[in-house]
Nanobody
Framework: EVQLAESGGGSVQAGGSLRLSCSVS????????VAWFRQAPESEREGVAA????????QYADSVKGRFTISLDSPKNEVYLQMDSLKPEDTAMYYC???????????????????WGRGTQVTVSS
């Protein structure tokens, strides 16, 4: 029943910014984690940023720390990923996903997520 839908992708030059939005069909509860993953062609899906419903214990991949910011707007049921100082290596399909917070393991283990959006493409040119 839970539906996720990403938007905000596009093409941008290196050094530019984009803000991705993940619209959730229901209120993001405190016992759920919402995360952004990305997957480039011929690459494995990797975690980018994750935020629990409480907005505590936010996690970022080392490759995006200091450049990307994840945030939650609970009244709007939206999760955002602000991406600054974009690099060509950030080019990928970006997915929003959600899972219960009590699952064991890393927030970046994509196998643990049970709800997924269809993705939004981000392309960064040099």
């Amino acid at each position: 029943e839970v539906q996720l839908a990403e938007s905000g992708g596009g093409s941008v030059q290196a050094g530019g910014s984009l803000r991705l939005s993940c619209s959730v069909s229901r209120r993001v509860r405190s016992n759920y984690v919402v995360a952004w993953f990305r997957q480039a062609p011929e690459s494995e899906r990797e975690g980018v940023a994750a935020i629990p419903g409480t907005s505590e214990e936010i996690q970022y991949a080392d490759s995006v720390k200091g450049r990307f910011t994840i945030s939650l707007d609970s009244p709007k049921n939206e999760v955002y990923l602000q991406m600054d100082s974009l690099k060509p290596e950030d080019t990928a399909m970006y997915y929003c996903a959600a899972r219960p917070i009590f699952y064991a393991g890393s927030y970046f283990d994509h196998h643990k997520y049970i709800y997924w959006g269809r993705g939004t493409q981000v392309t960064v040119s040099s």
